[in-house]
């Protein structure tokens, strides 16, 4: 059987069942055609309800466009067991909201899935955005109408809008990468994916599962899994360094001093490098004594989360030496919490460097291997060689299973962008225009493809901060934007090469100053066969990205051109790069 899910399928994701396509595309509200557009949004997650909200705010007509029966989308797709947010409550929100934060009930640590889904459901009611969008509707095809100097879009379904500008608010983790392991089709099981969860409660009582993937979804997943199933094996390809979220239930009375101080506290965000205003480790490993490291550590790990991540060392992602005293700290917490040596040593990452993989962060991870109906496999030993009707059958045995669950990732940044069908000037394809990696500038633009504006997209910081933070950035200087191009009178706003190029390596000259490069994650795409191996996002931090944005903006855009003519050097900003 296919991979079950609440997804409808990408072109190019054969197998992938297609329960959306029970909401007939067209059936949704509003007409099979809307040609007088000024801007479409693809996307209803974060993004898309804040950039339709902004825009529709400035005057400009605007539809979004969503290929899930509501608003959400990684809250709406992702609905495993287990699923919540690796950002705290307070910070996991939009900062716009003044009056709502304060209604607002934090209750834990970390909201869970269906907080974040019943939160941008009530921010999306209360704004009225319901009616800007239009549901069910998966856009297949993206093109640039030359002489019209307007965009078409068109869906699945047969719908088709066209407006003067674009902005994909699609999610940079939002493309599902379900491996096409050979005999898949003939399991007689079931078989899902994290990212694309039934919305009906799936049956595991008393079933034995496998669980492929040990990244941030495999990590919540496996606990929930494990608590109801009969059995479960863990089929892991590279260990991972999980940092325990120490999650649980907000103390009233730091709600309260939270709230009494939340517009400050947002002020600080938006100067923070992460969009998170913790204190940063302002102190190098190499400072400090080898019991003030291990102290240093100790107490990073019991915070949890975030503080263990950013907690511990000025150079523990950019020196070797100090990061493998956060390595080695965290292999010995994987002995201290595992009963059974061997499959300790299995669970030890020794092959990257610490924090050059996205860090899961876990409630219970380690201690779900102590469980008696959790198994561990190691595929670098013991690789899968296929699916058969019976399970997965690896180079040394034949595991039988009634359900497989794939946590295998996404195409990061660029998959769910590719897979759009854009095609720009002269009907170039975007893969096209970015053979050796993308190249954006700012991560927002793209040259040859005039008014399309990416938020999230490659070359932005969004998924290395608090990803609500750099949304609003993206939109409230995008929405700017086109208020500027307005009020100038301009058709077309287009990237110049350029400051494309500039852009595109001060994003890999900021990574090669750390160890990032070393690791094959997916913010290196390294995780999807075939991808061109670039650092996906920006990590010069949120808060110089702001302020390079900034500059650009009151110097007239420069790195821009309006109606095929450079923006006019005002002084200020250089062209993106800083
Ligand atoms: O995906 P991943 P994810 N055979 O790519 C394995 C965000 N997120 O969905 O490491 C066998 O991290 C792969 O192995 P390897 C967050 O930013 C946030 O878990 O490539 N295994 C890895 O173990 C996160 O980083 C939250 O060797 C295969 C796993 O599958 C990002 O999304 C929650 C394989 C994929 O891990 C992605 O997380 C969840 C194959 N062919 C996600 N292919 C929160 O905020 C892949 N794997 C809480």
Redesign the pocket.
Known sequence: MGVTGGREGHEGDEGVFDAMAAIPDGAAPGDQQDRDLDAIVIGAGFAGIYMVYRLRESGFAVRGLEAGGGVGGTWYW?RYPG?????ESMYYSFSFLPDFEQEWPLEQRYPTQPVILRYLQTVAERLDLLKDFRFGTRVTSVTWDEPAARWTVRSAGGYEATARFLITAVGA?SAA?V?AFPGAETFAGEQYS??NWPHAPVPLAGQRVGL???????V?VLPELAKEAGAVTV????P?FVTPAQAGPLDPQLVAMWKANYREIRRRTKFTPGGIPIPGPHVSAFELSEHERRARCEEAWRRGGIWFLDGTFIDAVTDVAANTVVADFVRSKIDEIIDDPETAEKLKPRTYPWGT??V??GSDFYETFNRQNVRLVD?RADP?EAITPRGIRTASAEHELDVIVY????DALTGALTRLGVRGRGGTALPDAWPGGPRTYLGLSVPAFPNLFTITGPGSPG?VTNVPAAIEQHVEWIDELLCFARARGSTTIEAAQDATTEWTTHVQDVASQTLYASA?S?YMGA?IPGKPRVFLPYIGGLDVYRRKCDEIAAAGYPGYAFDGAAAPALQGAGHGAG
């Open positions: 992702n699923a919540r947010c690796d950002s983790l990468n491996p994290t990212a492929i993937g040990t990244g941030s979804s495999g919540q089929f892991q390809r590279t991972q993989k996205r899961p962060i595929l899968i946590a295998t990732g996404f998924v094959d997916w995780n």
